[in-house]
């Protein structure tokens, strides 16, 4: 596509759900990178993956997160029993590189944990 | 202490005057630099990179880097009303350019 999609744009879920959000990188972008976006904050690095392959998931901030690439294209950040600490907007970009400069973002998936 | 810090603002400045943001960071072992603007709820979008020390200009913006001092800038000239967003810096290792440090951003208001 034209751009990096996010969906869902909004979701609101209870503590202790399970939620998946999902992005679909440029075509042709074998790199892609998951950052979270606290109110008033930078993104913060989650995971980035080259290919099919996670090749850094350093930023992950416990097993209650986890993410797939399975065909190299679309790519699903899934969290488990989820905490109102996870309330975020969780944004994914795309690159053709696997370069800090050629970053494609999405406009994000904004979670809300009640 | 943040690796990068950026003053959050916000900076209301009158349309057509000079713009000046900046950052500091402590790892001496960042070596790109980067410049992102966001607006409301939409992702961040790039404006300027830089490789180590020195200045690069496109079109309004110029961007700065002084390692010696660990300090970026970025310079808006003329600016616009359509300027108006949260400007984002954020650097990264030579061996993980791939993962950005970010600061806070700072909300630029640009007043006609």
């Known amino acids: 596509g034209a751009g990096v999609s996010q969906t869902p744009s909004n979701k609101v879920t209870e503590k202790g759900k399970y939620v998946e959000l999902r992005c679909d990188p440029i075509?042709?972008?074998?790199?892609l990178y998951w950052y979270r976006q606290s109110l008033g904050q930078g993104p913060e690095f989650l995971i980035y993956f080259q290919g099919t392959g996670a090749a850094d998931d350093s930023g992950l901030p416990n097993d209650r997160f986890f993410a797939v690439r399975p065909e190299g294209s679309v790519s699903t950040l899934k969290i488990q029993r989820t905490e109102r600490g996870d309330s975020a907007v969780y944004l994914c970009?795309?690159?053709?590189?696997?370069?800090?400069?050629?970053?494609?973002f999405g406009s994000g998936t904004r979670l809300t944990v009640v | 202490q943040k690796e990068v810090e950026q003053d959050p603002g916000p900076l209301s400045v009158p349309e057509g005057a000079i713009v000046s943001l900046n950052c500091t960071y402590s790892n001496s072992a960042f070596q790109y630099f980067m410049w992102y603007r966001q607006y409301s709820r939409k992702g961040p979008e790039l404006l300027m990179y830089t490789y180590s020390s020195g200045n690069k200009e496109d079109g309004r913006f110029t961007a700065q880097v002084d390692k010696s001092s660990k300090y970026i800038s970025l310079f808006i000239r003329d600016s616009q009303p359509s300027d108006s967003a949260t400007y984002l810096c954020?650097?990264?290792?030579?061996?993980?350019?791939?993962?950005?440090?970010w600061g806070a951003g700072t909300k630029l208001i640009i007043k006609p």
């Open positions: 970009a795309s690159s053709r590189t696997v370069n800090g400069d050629g970053y494609t």
């Open positions: 954020a650097m990264s290792k030579m061996d993980s350019n791939y993962q950005l440090i």
């Open positions: 075509s042709g972008h074998t790199a």
